[in-house]
């Protein structure tokens, strides 16, 4: 089997295209990969260590509001279809996957003009506008959160709710026990974990400095994980670091970090949450107000809406409402432990294995 892969702009469109790859490898170690992705996104320094093979294209998103770069977009998007169609002309894939991300426009509306069998990836709880205009074009719409199939109503014969790869991936690793002590904690201690992404959040960031001596005065420990372009800031600004708490500018594993602690405070990205669910964890999530429709506040409410996680907004953070939320939660194990739960219900710990299903049924079809 011949697979394409796109997906881009940032990790959580990224990463379940990866995971769903590993394990179709696992499965069929015959099956031949080509990844799809953008000239500038952060799609070809990740897949470059993944051993496939990778070809870009050229394009851009739509701006919201009228503007002339809409104008140089529409030519974007008609040179990368023709790029797109070569691509796969040379390739010829059994299937073309899109995981998200403006790239998986022209990749998958050209597969469909060449009628090879598609399949695009919605990880949030709303579609974007991406998926929401190659619903029409493709084979089947599959999705992580129930919601999002109000967004392809009209469509609503393909869409299949699968979860997302990452979930599955995560469930299956090895880890290690004794990560909280690698980094100089206590093993059984009650802890936290705070981070705002791979590249961290500079108001979390500052959140938390203004509010230290609310960590530091109770009985558990505190991870922050600053991103590593503000930990050198947060460090200068902290007068003396209490033994509780543990400043790091980016974590390498952490899948083994997350199911060491309990409770997490982070955005409320797709894929983190797919994590969160998974491992069964609870959490506190800021959404970021920076992203398109505001769709990380809708996944969040997805979770809240369950009883498995709390949400404060980025406004929020001024105020002392974050870290009273923290201490009411870590002051109240049973409280945790029923987030926790909720969570793990939440979690699609089978995503690849549904999504080799669909796979084969349209490339049989």
Same mark, same amino acid.
Do not use: W
């Given at each position: 089997m011949k697979i394409v892969l796109s997906g881009g702009g940032t990790g959580g469109h990224i990463y379940p295209a990866l995971a769903l790859k590993n394990y179709i490898l696992t499965q069929y170690p015959e099956t031949e990969f080509l990844y799809i992705g953008s000239e500038r996104g952060l799609e070809r320094e990740i897949v470059s260590k993944e051993n496939i093979p990778f070809q870009s294209i050229k394009i851009q998103g739509i701006k919201r509001s009228l503007s002339l770069e809409n104008i140089k977009t529409a030519w974007y998007m008609l040179r990368s279809t023709s790029h797109a169609k070569k691509i796969l002309t040379d390739f010829q894939p059994?299937?073309?996957?899109?995981?998200?991300?403006?790239?998986?426009?022209?990749?998958?509306?050209?597969? +469909?003009?060449?009628?090879i069998p598609s399949i695009i990836h919605e990880q949030n709880s709303v579609a974007g506008i991406t998926n929401?205009?190659?619903?029409?074009?493709?084979?089947?719409i599959c999705t992580?959160?129930?919601? +999002?199939?109000?967004?392809?109503?009209k469509y609503a014969n393909k869409v299949v709710l699968t979860g997302n790869p990452?979930?599955?991936?995560?469930?299956?690793?090895?880890?290690?026990? &004794?990560?909280?002590?690698?980094?100089?904690?206590?093993?059984?201690?009650?802890?936290?974990?705070?981070?705002?992404?791979?590249?961290?959040?500079?108001?979390? &960031?500052?959140?938390?400095?203004?509010?230290?001596?609310?960590?530091?005065?109770?009985?558990?420990?505190?991870?922050?994980?600053?991103?590593? +372009?503000?930990?050198?800031?947060?460090?200068?600004?902290l007068e003396t670091i209490p033994d509780n708490i543990?400043?790091? +500018?980016?974590?390498d594993n952490m899948p083994d970090i997350l199911r060491a602690v309990d409770l997490v405070v982070c955005r409320s990205g797709a894929t983190t949450l797919a994590e969160l669910t998974a491992l069964g964890v609870a959490s506190i999530l800021i959404p970021s107000p920076y992203v398109t429709?505001?769709?990380?506040?809708?996944?969040?409410?997805?979770l809240v809406d369950k009883g498995a996680a709390f949400m404060v907004l980025e406004k929020e953070l001024a105020e002392n409402k974050l870290a009273?939320?923290? &201490?009411?939660?870590?002051?109240?194990?049973?409280?945790?432990?029923?987030?926790?739960?909720?969570?793990?219900?939440?979690?699609?710990?089978?995503?690849?294995?549904?999504?080799?299903?669909?796979?084969?049924?349209?490339?049989?079809?």
């Open positions: 059994d299937i073309v996957i899109g995981t998200g991300g403006y790239v998986c426009g022209p990749v998958l509306y050209a597969a +469909a003009k060449l009628h929401k205009f190659l619903s029409r074009y493709v084979t089947k992580c959160f129930d919601t +999002a199939k109000h967004d392809f109503q990452r979930g599955q991936e995560l469930v299956s690793l090895e880890y290690q026990q &004794n990560v909280l002590e690698q980094i100089g904690l206590k093993k059984d201690k009650s802890t936290v974990l705070i981070f705002g992404g791979s590249r961290g959040a500079m108001n979390l &960031n500052k959140h938390f400095i203004s509010y230290i001596n609310d960590y530091t005065t109770n009985d558990y420990q505190v991870i922050l994980v600053t991103g590593n +372009a503000h930990y050198q800031s947060v460090i200068d600004s543990k400043v790091l +500018a980016y974590i429709n505001n769709h990380q506040e809708k996944n969040a409410q997805t009273i939320l923290v &201490n009411d939660v870590m002051q109240h194990e049973e409280k945790q432990k029923k987030m926790a739960h909720h969570a793990k219900e939440l979690g699609i710990t089978n995503a690849s294995e549904r999504l080799l299903t669909i796979i084969k049924e349209c490339v049989q079809s």
